[in-house]
């Protein structure tokens, strides 16, 4: 049966001195349910490095805004992911084992303050508005573990394949299933546990290397570790810089494939493009336009920052390479009267301003829930990008993205119930919508409940 969203022409009056509609720019799109693909754990954001702080220290309605924004999915994005970061030493700020224990099976002296630089308070804020996976994930080993003996500056987990300075392996297992015990403590589950940050770049900030090979001679303790301590807890591998780096990791882990979960990359050397050759779910789990200079817009020239980049991006991630999650780097952030593009929502002066950015991820996150399901969607061209999606509870979801300079009329087919509509362009932000007619450049999403 074909849906056709009400393609009403204002008024008799405007009818009549309308021109013909260009037949052309009329897109039938054909759901197809019997057609699946990958399900989606989510969308999501950081708030590590002090960025947790940011939020916390706003004033309260500000703050409240700021988390709703981020963690409503009624009046936000509803992120389902959060990815906090675990401290490693100097280079972080902070660890549960700032100093060495003299030798790698002596006892560690673990500190645990609670606070976990502000992770614990925003991750309980965000528990209380629906968020669904914890990611904690280790930028790197603590300094005295590794051939380097920094937590800065790349250098590899003594013990891995190639290192001669002692084997660090299980102690660096038993810290990071220790982390995961603290947030237990103050009753969150950590639900996603990552060991590697870009492993492929050394940098001045904390940084560990790693092969595929060295990840896979590490995750044969970590998975043991983490079962033995009775955590249900995933583990994920292996935040490489960028899809193709993180694609020439996968064969050094063939050997462990039953021992972890989620293949993770970021997005700055390579945005994903094609499936990973792995049958796990993928997750983009950071990625931002660091160099532009702070953009609100949706679409000018189509600049790195602009929201239409973002939402062509998450959509090629999801169509193109059967991603299941897409996240960006921060959330909100202060990042000083010179900000880049580094969060979707910048705090400065104590405003809360989301950039379109934002409001592209909220349009994905808010209509594409947890456990959904890709389906079948036909009716793409050069400037329309389409996708559909079964929720958990039903409904489905078609996105449109119109990349185009020209308005769209889009006929709907395969979908029972009713639809409303969103919109997120230069003029509105996630505002609803009538008619069938998608603008150029916006994303409209057509909900099916
Ligand atoms: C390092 O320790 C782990 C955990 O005990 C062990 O499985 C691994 O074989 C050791 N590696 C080397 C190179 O001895």
């Known amino acids: 049966m074909l849906f056709t969203l009400a393609l009403v022409l204002a008024s008799s009056k405007v009818a009549l001195s309308a021109p013909a509609l260009d037949a052309r720019q009329t897109v039938t799109i054909a759901v197809d349910a019997s057609k699946t693909y990958q399900t989606i754990d989510g969308f999501g954001i950081s708030q590590f490095y002090g960025r947790a702080g940011n939020i916390k220290s706003l004033a309260s309605a500000a703050q409240k805004k700021?988390?709703?924004?981020?963690?409503?999915?009624?009046?936000?994005?509803?992120?389902?992911?959060?990815?906090?970061?675990?401290?490693?030493?100097?280079?972080?700020?902070?660890?549960?084992?700032?100093?060495?224990?003299?030798?790698?099976?002596?006892?560690?002296?673990?500190?645990?303050?609670?606070?976990?630089?502000?992770q614990v308070w925003l991750t309980q804020q965000a528990k209380t508005r629906g968020l669904k996976y914890i990611y904690a994930d280790a930028w790197s080993a603590p300094g005295f573990m590794k051939t380097n003996g920094k937590d800065s500056n790349g250098g590899y987990l003594c013990g891995v394949?190639?290192?001669?300075?002692?084997?660090?392996?299980?102690?660096?297992?038993?810290?990071?299933?220790?982390?995961?015990?603290?947030?237990?403590?103050?009753?969150?589950?950590?639900?996603?546990?990552?060991?590697?940050?870009?492993?492929?770049?050394?940098?001045?900030?904390?940084?560990?290397?790693?092969?595929?090979?060295?990840?896979?001679?590490?995750?044969?303790?970590?998975?043991?570790?983490?079962?033995?301590?009775?955590?249900?807890?995933?583990l994920t591998c292996c935040d490489a810089t960028g899809y193709t780096a993180q694609s020439k990791m996968l064969p050094g882990l063939a050997t462990v494939d039953s021992l972890f979960d989620v293949v993770t990359t970021h997005g700055y050397s390579s945005d994903p493009t094609t499936p990973f050759a792995s049958s796990k779910h993928a997750w983009m789990t950071e990625t931002a336009d660091l160099s532009g200079k702070w953009d609100i817009s949706y679409y000018t020239t189509g600049a790195a920052g602009e929201g239409q980049t973002w939402a062509e991006k998450i959509h090629t991630a999801l169509v193109d390479a059967s991603f299941s999650a897409y996240l960006y780097?921060?959330?909100?952030?202060?990042?000083?009267?010179?900000?880049?593009?580094?969060?979707?929502?910048?705090?400065?002066?104590?405003?809360?301003?989301?950039?379109?950015?934002?409001w592209v991820y909220a349009q994905w996150s808010r209509f594409v829930r947890p456990g959904a399901v890709r389906i079948g969607a036909s009716g793409a061209n050069t400037a329309l990008k389409v996708?559909?999606?079964?929720?958990?509870?039903?409904?489905?979801?078609?996105?449109?993205?119109?990349?185009?300079?020209?308005?769209?009329?889009?006929?709907?087919?395969?979908?029972?119930?009713?639809?409303?509509?969103?919109?997120?362009?230069?003029?509105?932000?996630?505002?609803?919508l009538s008619g069938s007619s998608v603008p150029a450049h916006s994303m409209v999403t057509f909900l099916y409940k």
Not at 181 to 200: A, C
């Open 387 to 432: 996708s559909a999606f079964k929720n958990t509870d039903g409904s489905v979801a078609v996105q449109v993205l119109n990349t185009g300079a020209s308005a769209a009329t889009v006929s709907i087919s395969g979908v029972k119930g009713t639809a409303s509509a969103y919109i997120t362009s230069e003029s509105y932000e996630l505002d609803s």
């Open 329 to 358: 780097w921060e959330g909100a952030e202060d990042a000083g009267t010179s900000p880049t593009n580094s969060a979707l929502i910048n705090l400065h002066g104590g405003v809360v301003a989301p950039s379109k950015r934002f």
């Open 161 to 234: 394949t190639g290192t001669s300075c002692g084997n660090w392996t299980q102690a660096y297992a038993n810290y990071l299933t220790q982390y995961v015990k603290d947030y237990k403590s103050v009753g969150i589950d950590i639900t996603h546990l990552g060991f590697l940050n870009e492993p492929d770049y050394t940098t001045a900030y904390s940084s560990m290397l790693s092969s595929g090979q060295q990840a896979a001679d590490f995750i044969k303790v970590l998975a043991p570790t983490v079962k033995a301590a009775g955590l249900d807890v995933k």
């Open 66 to 118: 700021t988390l709703d924004l981020l963690f409503d999915p009624a009046t936000g994005a509803g992120f389902s992911i959060l990815r906090n970061g675990i401290g490693s030493g100097p280079s972080s700020g902070f660890s549960i084992e700032p100093n060495s224990p003299g030798s790698p099976s002596a006892a560690p002296k673990y500190q645990w303050d609670g606070a976990d630089n502000d």
